[in-house]
């Protein structure tokens, strides 16, 4: 694949450069199937953050990959090689929404617009617990329809801890879109910090510059940790307060995405923004269709499947050892039904259910074994809720013991929950040909 890289990856056809970020080029594709044009995110391994986060970042990825949001940019495909990644995603083809910005600041119904959308976008992730964490003008773009699609969800977590040491900002621009919190290290909350960039993201809309602005970068840091920035005349007042509680430098009392939406500017859009010109209508559309898709599960196809299969294998991008230890599927059943069906096999196989928290079950065995206390951790991630994707992975204990326990075991005692192991896929199209189970009958829900 490599060797043909300036022209095709595996069946896509390399365009013009489109974009360079710190860490990835991205290029325009098409692909030769099916003629789509895509865009090819291309990230040196190297560049990648080669730590703990891992995890998360696979985490990420994979229920990236399962969700879809009119507002954020779909990644369909994840390819590596021995030394790079490519991250094959929905071409956005009105390029950046700061372009526009740079041309002039917007009206308010047009700022009201692309921040409505942004919010929904940003809601949709939060709820599946994904956080951008680097929301900033290259990764809010626009489609053909000047729809925004924020892009990068769930792979700015692949550059965080780089982001994250401060002497980057200095080398790779300004730190101006970033909350207090983030830029003193202290750890913080994803979702809030969200918030506080999606405020500077508000204000350089509808003001067409930068609420923390210093050429001096320490002056500019010691702004943005009073919120020390002053608004424009023609900010509307209802507009003034919101902005305020967004960019408020206590994550702990800053607003919520729930408050944001109950926010008079927030509603007032709703009610009294520029009919004529379609602007909220569009906004809206496009949003309503995001809620349909929220509302039902995802409409997995043959495609999506090999998410979970090994073709999807984000262990290989990292070479890491985890695909041994770790096993994953989807189910489609209630949580309620989730969680009991994991405590009923804890008893069964002599475990108890040590820890219990923000989806996270730890399975730990009564007895010692070879290598100590045998521990399984469950991670349960809701896509949507009759949708979760379960992973579970030993965190102590003998391997062998683990691989055994869970093929005579834990894999029998699933079987009538689990909608989709991964890999499955793979082996069932070795097989049988399609169809696999239909994604989009509910009867088994
Ligand atoms: P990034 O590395 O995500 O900051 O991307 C660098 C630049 O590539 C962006 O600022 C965009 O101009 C462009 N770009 C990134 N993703 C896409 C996409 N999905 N469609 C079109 N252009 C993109």
């Known amino acids: 694949m490599e060797n043909k890289a300036s022209v095709m990856v595996q069946s896509y056809e390399l365009g013009r450069l489109l974009g360079q970020g710190t860490f990835a080029k991205v290029y325009y594709a098409r692909n030769t199937v099916n003629n789509q044009s895509v865009a090819i995110k291309v990230i040196d391994k190297g560049k990648i953050t080669k730590t703990m986060l891992i995890d998360r970042i696979k985490r990420e990825i994979s229920i990236m990959r399962l969700v879809r949001h009119p507002n954020i940019v779909y990644l369909y495909e994840v390819m590596a090689t021995k030394t790079k990644i490519y991250f094959v995603l929905e071409y956005a083809k009105g390029g950046e929404l700061f372009d526009k910005v740079a041309k002039g600041r917007l009206n308010e119904d047009v700022a009201w617009k692309y921040f409505y959308q942004l919010i929904h976008a940003i809601d949709f992730c939060h709820s599946r617990g994904v956080y951008h964490r680097d929301i900033k003008p290259e990764n809010l773009l626009l489609d053909e329809n000047e729809n925004l699609k924020v892009s990068d969800f769930g792979l700015s977590a692949l550059v965080e801890s780089e982001r994250r040491d401060g002497l980057l900002h200095t080398i790779c621009g300004t730190p101006a879109y970033v909350a207090p919190e983030v830029i003193s290290r202290k750890g913080y909350d994803g979702?809030?910090?969200?918030?506080?960039s999606c405020g500077v993201v508000l204000f350089v809309l509808l003001a067409g510059y930068l609420p923390f602005h210093d050429s001096n970068l320490m002056e500019m840091y010691r702004k943005i940790e009073k919120a020390d920035y002053k608004c424009p005349s023609w900010f509307p007042r209802e507009m003034r307060r919101l902005l305020s509680r967004m960019l408020d430098p206590n994550p702990v009392t800053r607003t919520s995405i729930a408050m944001i939406r109950?926010?008079?500017w927030f509603k007032k859009g709703l009610r009294s923004m520029n009919v004529r010109s379609g602007t909220k209508d569009d906004a809206i559309a496009a949003v309503s269709d995001g809620n349909q898709e929220m509302d039902r599960p995802?409409?997995?196809?043959?495609?999506?499947?090999?998410?979970?299969s090994t073709g999807f294998d984000l262990s290989s991008l990292f070479e890491d050892d985890s695909r041994k230890?770790?096993?994953l599927f989807t189910c489609r059943k209630p949580a309620s039904v989730l969680l009991s069906k994991l405590e009923e096999i804890a008893k069964l196989v002599r475990f108890r259910v040590q820890k219990k928290e923000a989806g996270l079950l730890r399975l730990e065995a009564l007895t010692e074994g070879k290598k100590g206390v045998l521990s399984i951790d469950t991670e349960i991630y809701e896509v949507t809720s009759s949708f979760y994707l379960v992973e579970m992975k030993k965190s102590n204990g003998d391997t062998l013991e683990y691989q055994k326990i869970l093929?005579?075991?834990?894999?029998?005692?699933?079987?009538?929950?689990v909608w989709v192991w991964r890999g499955e896929h793979e082996q069932q199209q070795q097989r049988k040909p399609w169809p696999r189970p239909r994604p989009n009958d509910r009867s088994s829900v």
């Not at 979702?191 to 506080?196: E, F, H, R």
């Not at 995802?298 to 979970?308: E, K, Q, Y």
């Not at 093929?407 to 929950?417: T, V, Y």
């Open 191 to 196: 979702a809030k910090a969200d918030i506080w």
């Open 325 to 327: 230890k770790e096993t």
């Open 298 to 308: 995802p409409t997995l196809n043959a495609f999506d499947l090999v998410s979970l």
């Open 407 to 417: 093929k005579e075991d834990i894999r029998p005692a699933l079987q009538d929950i």
């Open 262 to 264: 109950q926010s008079s």
